[in-house]
């Protein structure tokens, strides 16, 4: 079993940055592809990102391409996401997930609890 634990999500304002981190543990294995969903309320989760085993492939959907940017730290099993000129459409629970890849949230194994990101205008 692998076990993610999110962090760093919080309050901002639009045009405001975030970093959030999800670090990996149990059963880790850096070889192995990580992303990030997140879902509004309301609505269906989505695909954010993901980052292949060493960082050199990564993914994003558009409406975050170039204001989100993924990277992983294998030494210290954790994954970040540097978001950028936020948005108030950027509002949601933020979730990292683990062994899979892809936009499809059921090609993932394991699941963070979430980080509650809100945009405020």
């Known amino acids: 079993q692998v076990q993610l634990v999110e962090s760093g999500g919080g309050l901002v304002q639009a045009g405001g940055s975030l970093r959030l981190s999800c670090t990996a543990s149990g059963r880790t294995d850096s070889r192995y592809a990580m992303g990030w969903f997140r879902q509004a309320p309301g609505k269906e989760r989505e695909f954010v990102t993901a980052i292949n085993w060493n960082g050199g492939n990564t993914y994003y959907t558009d409406s975050v391409k170039g204001r989100f940017t993924i990277s992983r730290d294998n030494a210290k099993n954790t994954v970040y996401l540097q978001m950028n000129s936020l948005k108030p459409e950027d509002t949601a629970v933020y979730y990292c997930?683990?062994?899979?890849?892809?936009?499809?949230?059921?090609?993932?194994?394991?699941w963070g609890q979430g980080t509650q990101v809100t945009v405020s205008s």
């Open positions: 997930a683990a062994r899979g890849w892809g936009t499809d949230a059921r090609d993932y194994a394991y």
